[in-house]
Nanobody, 121 residues
């Protein structure tokens, strides 16, 4: 069994910072890309950014220069450092990990349950 769990959300004032974490655990053989998504009320879920196993990152234009994704492969954990937060960053943030389970060569996407980020003006 594989679990993906986010943490670190909360309430912050505009201009502030938060750091989200997402840890994968269980019967894991390997993890490829790890992604952060967000979904604001009444809007579709959108990709915030991604990081490959080797550490290459991509970001949505709306967060470039403010958000940074990093990962610790030894801990099966990905981080989202969010700086200069704006009210429009308010959303539930989700982690998605592309994981191969022990004994399998096939990769499947596993999602976390989400963590709320609220930015007050």
């Amino acid at each position: 069994q594989v679990q993906v769990v986010e943490s670190g959300g909360g309430l912050v004032q505009a201009g502030g910072s938060l750091r989200l974490s997402c840890a994968a655990s269980g019967s894991i053989s390997s993890i490829n890309a790890m992604d952060w998504y967000r979904q604001a009320p009444g809007k579709q879920r959108e990709l915030v950014g991604s990081i490959t196993r080797l550490g290459s990152t991509t970001y949505a234009d709306s967060v470039k220069g403010r958000f940074t994704i990093s990962r610790d492969n030894a801990k099966n954990t990905v981080y989202l450092q969010m700086n200069s937060l704006k009210p429009e960053d308010t959303a539930v943030y989700y982690c998605k990990a592309d994981i191969a389970r022990l004994g399998s060569r096939s990769y499947f996407n596993y999602w976390g349950q989400g963590t709320q980020v609220t930015v007050s003006s």
